[in-house]
Nanobody, 118 residues
Framework: VQLQASGGGLVQPGGSLRLSCAAS????????MGWYRQAPGKQRELVAD???????NYDDSVKGRFTISRDNAEKMVNLQMNSLKPEDTAVYYC?????????????WGQGTQVTVSS
C-alpha cells in the first residue's frame, strides 16, 4: 500500500485546511485509515481515524473542529480542519492499517506540514 498525502500549508489561527490522502496498490484488507501528527519534540499521536464502515474516532483536542471522511471507491481519506490553533502545528501523516489474524500492519504516507501562525 502506498499513501500520498497532500494539502498542508501555512494558515492563520482560526483558519481551515483540508488534508487528503490517496491510497494505491493493494488495499485489500485495509480496515482503518486515519491521520496522525507529530510536533517538534513530541511523539506521534493519533488525530482521527475511520473504519471501512465509517465509524470515526477523534482525539479530544480536535473534536468539534476536525472532520475525517473516507471514500472507499476512490481509496481516499480526507481531514477537514477548521478553527485551527497554533498547537495544531505539526507534520501530519496519513496512516492505513491492515489486520491479519492478531498482527496489525501499519502503512504511512510521507507527511505534510501544517503550520498555524499569525
Amino acid at each position: 500500500v502506498q499513501l500520498q498525502a497532500s494539502g498542508g500549508g501555512l494558515v492563520q489561527p482560526g483558519g481551515s485546511l483540508r488534508l487528503s490522502c490517496a491510497a494505491s496498490g493493494s488495499i485489500f484488507g485495509i480496515n482503518n485509515m486515519g491521520w496522525y501528527r507529530q510536533a517538534p519534540g513530541k511523539q506521534r499521536e493519533l488525530v482521527a481515524d475511520i473504519t471501512s464502515g465509517g465509524r470515526t474516532n477523534y482525539d479530544d483536542s480536535v473534536k468539534g473542529r476536525f472532520t475525517i471522511s473516507r471514500d472507499n471507491a476512490e481509496k481516499m481519506v480526507n481531514l477537514q480542519m477548521n478553527s485551527l490553533k497554533p498547537e495544531d502545528t505539526a507534520v501530519y501523516y496519513c496512516n492505513a492499517k491492515r489486520t491479519v489474524g492478531t498482527t496489525t500492519f501499519n502503512y504511512w504516507g510521507q507527511g505534510t506540514q501544517v503550520t498555524v501562525s499569525s
